[in-house]
């Protein structure tokens, strides 16, 4: 009876062990989540700061005038921006990787596209580790990254799911 008593106490405190280190390793990752800060342009010369909008529930699409995906996605986009003017949540575009001569805001505006459109993204696009377009980053109040995606869908439900989520 005691070898099995003792059984189950080494057994328990390796579990416990294990998820003191699980814990440790998930705090880790939420600090690795954080949203850094970024300074860029507008497209109509604007300083827009990331910090800024602390405490705001901010969606950042990166994507470039020359990606049909991006093409696609955007009028989907746009329709979540609308759906939720009434609320704090900000989208933001940032364009990265363009041609020359590219002027990334006039076509969202040709597109019927009217989200903030930042330019020369490629710096902030590198700190994110987005290496394709589109990208979609979901950063929550607290200025955690909460979701990325590289859908091209418009209509995925997974859109709108993440901001309700980014909203509570």
């Not at 954080?34 to 699409?61: C, R, W």
């Not at 704090?88 to 989200?115: H, T």
């Not at 994110?128 to 979701?147: L, N, Q």
Request: hydrophobic residues 40%; charged residues 20%; contains cysteine.
């Amino acid at each position: 009876m005691k070898f099995v008593w003792s059984v189950v106490s080494i057994s328990a405190l390796l579990l416990l062990s294990f998820i003191s280190q699980s814990t440790a390793d998930a705090a880790a990752k939420v600090d690795e989540s954080v949203a850094t800060n970024f300074e860029l342009m507008t497209s109509d010369g604007q300083s827009f700061t990331l910090h800024d909008y602390a405490g705001k529930p901010v969606i950042l699409h990166f994507w470039a005038t020359w990606c049909p995906y991006c093409k696609k996605l955007q009028p989907g986009l746009e329709k979540l921006r609308l759906n939720y003017q009434h609320t704090d949540l900000q989208m933001i575009g940032i364009s990265f990787s363009e041609d020359a001569g590219a002027n990334p805001g006039q076509s969202l505006l040709d597109r019927g596209i009217k989200m903030t459109t930042l330019v020369l993204g490629d710096e902030v696009a590198k700190l994110y580790g987005i290496t394709g377009t589109p990208t979609t980053v979901f950063i929550d109040r607290s200025g955690h990254i909460a979701w990325m995606t590289n859908t091209s869908d418009p209509d995925d439900p997974n859109l709108d799911k993440a901001i309700q989520f980014l909203l509570k």
